[in-house]
């Protein structure tokens, strides 16, 4: 534990950040070796580019799209806090545990992955899914293996099945209810820091 120890030491408010994303401290310390490794400029940012060394996260289809994820608010570097809640998205919820209502809504509740996992197909951020937008999260998720054809007949199925109000888009509410009975956690097992 005394390594543990020195490397929070050296994180500012690493308590709250504990708090907040409800990593354990030695889930901390590996974020944090992962982090410095990737920062190879030991800057204390990582740019998009320092993501590019995440094998798994470059074998992912919609890798770029999780990368960009991070730089959401417009910055083009993350700091290593931002990093850690970002990542606190991917950390499996915790059915069992009694929540404190007073506190705000946990990243890894189901209700935050599916907001996260929404805004990595909405590219444009107006808070729909379009067709367009979907045929492009597809192509690259299926590239090679299927004919544009093909992925335009699976882009307007899945608009059909989600779209409840018929705009040709799927808004949060009918992303969240299309995927209703599908496990999340199973669906984002984006493991690249294992
Ligand atoms: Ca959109
Ligand atoms: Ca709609």
Do not use: C, W
């Not at 994820?69 to 950390?91: E, K, N, P």
């Not at 888009?169 to 956690?185: G, M, Q, T």
């Amino acid at each position: 534990m005394g390594s543990t120890n020195s490397t929070l030491s050296k994180i500012p408010n690493v308590e709250e950040l504990m708090r907040e994303t409800g990593f354990s401290p030695a889930h901390i310390v590996r974020l944090y070796d992962r982090f410095e490794s990737l920062d190879k400029e030991k800057t204390g940012h990582l740019r998009p580019e320092d993501f590019g060394a995440i094998n798994r996260l470059a074998m992912n289809p919609i890798g770029d799209r999780i990368i960009g994820a991070f730089f959401s608010s417009g910055q083009d570097t993350v700091d290593f806090h931002s990093f850690v809640r970002i990542l606190a998205h991917f950390r499996p919820a915790e059915n069992n545990r009694p929540r404190d209502p007073s506190l705000p809504e946990p990243v890894n509740s189901r209700i935050s992955k599916l907001k996260f996992a929404f805004q990595l197909y909405d590219l444009d951020k107006d808070g729909k899914i379009s067709r367009a937008e979907l045929l492009q999260v597809l192509r690259s998720m299926m590239e090679m293996q299927v004919t544009e054809e093909q992925l335009e007949s699976i882009a307007d199925r899945t608009i059909q099945e989600a779209d409840l109000d018929r705009d040709d888009a799927i808004s949060f509410e009918e992303f969240r209810k299309s995927l209703e009975k599908v496990n999340i956690d199973h669906k984002m097992s984006i493991r690249f820091l294992r």
